[in-house]
């Protein structure tokens, strides 16, 4: 079967050509995962593909405890979504232990 002219983004089962022995094999981006491209999905329709790009980290957030183990926060935003089979989004969001020390940490109230 071949995906000329025929290449879909994500997973559509109306996506498909005859392949050997009638069998169908399909031109979705899905296909990847699946194992069931056609034989010519690569060259035909990865041209297409466009992974993700995302932004600059942004700042960590405070502690999320003034006083002791706490957590801090920070993100990224996707400037570019994966499209067509593309590669995806790294991770875009992150934490780490921190130790709030607020100057009224340890005094009597």
Request: hydrophobic share 15%; proline share 9%; charged share 20%.
């Amino acid at each position: 079967g071949s995906c000329r002219h025929r290449c879909c983004p994500g997973r559509n089962n109306a996506c498909w050509a005859s392949g050997a022995r009638r069998a169908r094999c399909y031109c979705d981006s899905y296909c990847q995962r699946t194992g069931d491209c056609c034989q010519d999905y690569p060259t035909s329709c990865r041209r297409a593909a466009v992974g993700c790009a995302v932004g600059p980290w942004g700042p960590w957030s405070g502690c999320s405890s003034p006083c002791g183990v706490g957590s801090r926060a920070r993100s990224r935003q996707v400037t570019v979504p994966p499209r067509h089979g593309g590669d995806p989004c790294p991770d875009l969001k992150q934490r780490r232990g921190c130790l709030g020390q607020h100057p009224t940490c340890g005094t009597a109230q």
